[in-house]
């Protein structure tokens, strides 16, 4: 999500381009406690309010305001039987969720403190307050969104069939949460390891004003935007099946393809030009090694 080196004389200013402003401040190398505080405290609170609307009712209440039914938690106070599931983990056994709903909050959680480690740890470059809020809002819209998907009737992946065990337990779910929670696993891993990569190589003082192309940058030129594709994928797939996933992945490949992308390439071009130029060549894939 960021860019490759540290700025050089004359490199310093905000980019602007026809695709609209990006919300990082690319090239510009310094904090923003404000926006840093913002985003944390922010994307903290995530988690909690999913919890509320898994387990506490605030999304089966919203529901049914709009006249959809969804799955009880409980019937005449006894866990549905059906629906909930002893991990054998007493943390997670306190939550009181069935395992679906389980597995959704620690999706949450997951990108909460993947992002959080993304801005702290990885990036270096500015992220002012407005920024802030606003990836923070996209965020909590979209798990939000899931989160309601889940527990509705018409919806939810968690009535799927057929049921997939879970190797070494007694506990199943259904094959789109199988599905979707491996391909979370995978796509957070494929967008976080490349970009602490990026950072150790740009951390490098030989290897100042290069691009890096190691490793699964030699892959695709935007392999960590890849990977935020396949774990959203994976979080919408589930939540609420194939077509929320089928949805959720052509909205990201469409954004990344036709603004995102568009935004890092002027930026690349105008800062690195002839390598840049050369390294399109070498690594012609954008997203998907082998595919696009």
Not at 13 to 24: A, R, V
Not at 57 to 68: A, I, N, Q, R, Y
Not at 226 to 239: E, H, L, P, Q, S
Not at 265 to 287: C, H, N, T
Request: hydrophobic fraction near 40%; charge should be positive; glycine fraction near 10%.
């Amino acid at each position: 999500m960021s860019s490759q080196t540290p700025p050089t004389s004359g490199d310093n200013e905000p980019k602007h381009t026809g695709l609209g402003k990006d919300l990082i401040q690319r090239g510009v190398y310094k904090s923003n406690p404000l926006g840093t505080a913002t985003f944390i405290g922010l994307r903290s609170l995530d988690p909690f309010l999913q919890y509320q609307i898994l387990a506490h009712g605030w999304g089966s209440s919203l529901l049914t305001k709009l006249g959809l039914s969804t799955i009880p938690l409980y019937a005449s106070g006894t866990p549905v039987a059906t629906m909930m599931h002893e991990t054998g983990i007493r943390l997670l056994d306190s939550l009181n969720l069935p395992l679906p709903r389980l597995i959704l909050l620690a999706m949450a959680t997951g990108s909460t403190l993947k992002q959080i480690f993304w801005l702290t740890c990885t990036s270096k470059e500015e992220f002012p307050p407005r920024a802030a809020a606003t990836v923070s809002a996209y965020n909590t819209f979209v798990n939000s969104l899931a989160s309601m998907l889940l527990i509705s009737t018409a919806t939810s992946a968690a009535l799927s069939t057929p049921l997939v065990t879970i190797p070494g337990t007694s506990l199943s779910v259904s094959l789109p949460t199988a599905v979707g929670a491996a391909m979370y696993a995978v796509g957070m891993a494929l967008e976080t390891v490349p970009e602490i990569q990026r950072r150790r190589f740009k951390d490098a003082p030989e290897n100042r004003g290069r691009i890096c192309d190691a490793g699964p940058w030699g892959w695709a030129r935007h392999i960590n935007y890849g990977g935020y594709t396949i774990w959203r994928t994976g979080y919408a797939v589930a939540a609420g099946g194939w077509t929320a996933g089928a949805v959720v992945a052509a909205w990201h490949l469409w954004t990344f393809a036709f603004r995102s992308i568009g935004l890092m390439d002027e930026y690349m071009s105008g800062r690195y030009a002839e390598r840049w130029a050369q390294y399109k060549k070498d690594v012609p894939w954008l997203l998907f090694p082998g595919i696009y």
